[in-house]
């Protein structure tokens, strides 16, 4: 018999053919797995805060199952501690509020549980933030009657109802049109500590609003997270009229009748010299808003002398 040539070779052949005909077995070990999560990211201290996740084995849902909760405050001290169990799916959940009294700041969610000899256990964080509250309470204007092309002097109460500091915009409108101010901007911003409220004193210049009434009205610009913004917004019940410069008299005070007449004149000359405390005083008469009624008001009633609307 001849010898076998190339026998390495046969028996590498040899060995890699067993190998591939015999089943591999590897390693495997089972996995108890839990998740948390909330269903905000961040809460007021008065809002419900829901947790909720699963619980698996092996990739399957764990039935009936208690799963161990506990929430830590920003300094690590335990404020909520609940058992809780899974439902048919695996999952569970659990709602619940803190204190009231309770610190703003990052708080800790951890859960655990066991199952078969396993434990498993995850954690999360949410956020109790500071209520953020901007309000406007008022917007007013002494006259309810005003040259077209003269300006009139409009205050607005502004407050801040929330906790921290915040620094806001105010916006007046007439109508659905954004008051111009005197810088050129359409808003003015103010700055009030928790609980503090000023009144701003805005200045509207009537330039190129057609004769009519006009419905006063101010807004307050959310801040970030303001969830109550039903205050943000107040409307003055009191028109204002831009009418023909110097028509400020008619059948009823205060309520111009279309054009400036003799009626007018009258009615500014029995007003004469007249200053803001004064028994007199009418701010409807002061046509340029410097606080007297002098001839220069007069004299832009005589100007506008049957001049209609």
């Known amino acids: 018999m001849k010898p076998l040539k190339n026998c390495k070779v046969l028996l590498a052949v040899f060995l890699f053919a067993v190998a591939a005909a015999t089943p591999v077995q590897l390693a495997y070990s089972s996995t108890l797995t839990v998740t948390v999560f909330t269903d905000k990211p961040s809460y007021l201290i ?8 699963n619980l698996t084995y092996d990739g399957s849902p764990v039935l009936n199952w208690p799963v161990a909760l506990e929430v830590q405050d920003p300094t690590g001290i335990p404020v909520v501690t609940r058992t809780t169990q899974t439902d048919t799916g695996g999952t569970y959940n659990v709602t619940f509020k803190l204190p009231t009294d309770a610190m703003l700041g990052t708080y800790t969610v951890y859960v655990s549980s066991g199952y078969k000899g396993e434990t498993a256990t995850d954690n999360t964080t ?53 008051i111009t101010l005197p810088n050129g901007q359409n808003y003015t911003t103010v700055t009030l500590a ?60 205060g309520v111009c009748d279309g054009q400036a007449n003799m009626r007018d004149i009258n009615y500014l000359i ?40």
């Open 46 to 53: 008065a809002e419900n805060i829901t947790v909720f996740g």
């Open 126 to 178: 949410f956020e109790i933030i500071p209520i953020r509250d901007v309000a406007v309470t008022n917007v007013a204007s002494l006259k309810t009657v005003v040259g077209q092309g003269y300006s009139v002097n409009i205050t607005v109460a502004a407050e801040n109802q929330g906790e921290p500091t915040e620094t806001f915009n105010v916006t007046v409108f007439c109508n659905e049109t954004a």
């Open 194 to 253: 928790s609980g503090e409220s000023t009144v701003l004193a805005l200045t509207w210049n009537t330039s190129g609003f057609i004769y009519g009434n006009y419905t006063l009205s101010a807004y307050a610009w959310p801040v970030p997270e303001e969830i109550d913004v039903a205050n943000n917004n107040c409307t003055c019940n009191v028109p204002i009229h831009v009418g023909v410069p110097g028509d400020v008299s008619g059948p009823i005070i």
């Open 270 to 309: 029995g007003k004469f010299n007249s200053k803001p405390g004064d028994s007199k005083w009418i701010p409807n008469a002061d046509v340029n808003d410097d606080n007297v009624i002098n001839m220069r008001d007069i004299q832009i009633a005589i100007l506008n002398f049957n001049k209609h609307e």
